[in-house]
């Protein structure tokens, strides 16, 4: 196989950031589809990324004869059914995250997966691909923190994103802050300790946006969670960050401590003015993740023309999706919440 030929299903606010990267920016990948249910978006696709194909359904889309992977970034409730058609005619899957709301489809889904290891599997964890998280999780495997002991989590979405986020929830299913967002954060935990989250408790509130209870949404939340081995994490999560988007996290080691991106910063400027001493913030998730995101999808490239599986697996985002749940189950009852870790990879 020459070129990998994607089609891609979602076209909305990540939808065209990947698409963007598969038509530009990674080698041996061409954008031969894309499947959406806006009209203006299948446009843009056609006119500006020059896609051979657009669809208004999925379900044409993946029967395709010519589509050799399809990239799956369509609202989260969807993913599940979506990963098992794609699965069932023989296409490789990236599947952005989480891999659905419902763990007992996530096990399904995860099964049908099983069922085809021929074709490639990857789930969008993109914090994984970002050059600071890499380096951190060097510095952990080197051991240059000692034994974890704390990885505190904050993931923080600026305020200017909530209206589009209630139109968001509105029409879909988001899963919640936990699912929605902290997702990540628990994948990051997961990955940096090489731990199994076992037990959650979380608590949350809705302030400045009222209009997020309308939704069954939290504007802030927050989590305490213990590992398997009696080590912590804290997970702070939100929609009104002021000042931008604040992705930042902590990792307190016997020997040592770090933080990556303890001011989440736009770049290597300061201005120094009027207002004072200046550092700008990163101002949303494509602009923070630009790289991560390129480089994800030459993994997800790479693994299918080098024939091998990624490192993120089904597995991840069940184990990841079960302790969102739970941290969303322990604020809705307002107690302690186990995590059942008996599920096999
Ligand atoms: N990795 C990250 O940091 C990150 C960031 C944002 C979103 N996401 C995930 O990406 C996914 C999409 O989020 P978004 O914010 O881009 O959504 P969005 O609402 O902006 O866009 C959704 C897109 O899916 C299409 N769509 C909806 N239902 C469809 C269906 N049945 N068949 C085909 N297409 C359909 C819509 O036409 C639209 O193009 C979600 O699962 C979300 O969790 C991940």
New binding site residues.
Partial sequence: MENVKVGI???????KVHAKNLANLVPNCELYAA????EK?RKFAKEKLNVTLTYD??EDMVKDPNIDAVFI????G??CQQIKLAMENGKHVFS???LGLDVEEIKETQKIIQEHPDQIFML?F?RRFDESYRYAKEMVNKGALGEITLIRCYGIDPSDGLESFVK?AM??N?GGLFL?MSI?DIDLIRWLSGKEISKVWAIGKNTAYPQLDEVGELETGAALLRLSDNSMAILVAGRNARHGYHVETEIIGTKGMLRVAQIPEKNLVTVMNDDGVIRPCSQN?PER?RQAFVDEAKEFINCILENRQPEITAFDGLQSTKVALACQESFEKDELVEVNNNDSK
């Avoid at 979602?10 to 939808?15: A, V």
């Avoid at 499947?35 to 806006?38: A, H, R, T």
């Fill in positions: 299903v979602g076209l909305g606010r990540l939808g499947c959406s249910l806006v978006e359904s999925y970034v369509s609202p989260s969807f993913h952005e995250k989480p969008g993109m968001f029409n879909n988001s929605d990540h998730f993740f």
